[in-house]
């Protein structure tokens, strides 16, 4: 399977969950106080539960400074920033500015779902 169809059969929570990570990681890189450290990490520990594996999770490098801009954008929208950041155009420029999006998208899920067995017909 090509990375166009991967990205395309990616829930629209798991493509805004994944760019909420590798922000989150890039705070976890910084100097921040222990209970906003602890709080990342606890996010970062319910995702291996419901979404990602700890593999996945770990491919997913910290969100580079232009991401972080367009992250920042985002949020802005309030509560629809999800829809926002889920939506295949933003998405796909979230994972041309991270690359390591994809590598994470790759990888089987919990459930067992290898994106990268699927064939198209």
């Known amino acids: 399977m090509n990375d166009a ?7 629209p929570g798991a493509r805004y969950t994944i760019v909420a990570i590798s922000v989150t990681k ?10 906003f450290r602890l709080q990342f990490l606890e996010f ?8 990602f594996t700890p593999e996945a999770i ?3 490098d910290p969100m ?8 920042k954008e985002t949020t802005k929208l309030g509560r629809r920033w999800p829809d926002t950041v889920a939506r295949r155009d933003v998405f796909d420029a979230f994972v041309a500015i991270n690359p ?8 089987p899920r919990l459930n067992g779902f290898d994106p990268c067995a699927m064939r198209t017909f």
């Open 58 to 60: 770990a491919a997913v």
């Open 64 to 71: 580079p400074a232009d991401g972080r801009e367009l992250y």
């Open 26 to 35: 890039w705070y976890l890189s910084k100097d921040i106080p222990a209970e």
């Open 44 to 51: 970062l520990d319910r995702q291996t539960k419901d979404l």
């Open 5 to 11: 169809d991967i990205i395309t059969h990616v829930t």
């Open 100 to 107: 390591s999006i994809l590598t994470a998208l790759r990888m």
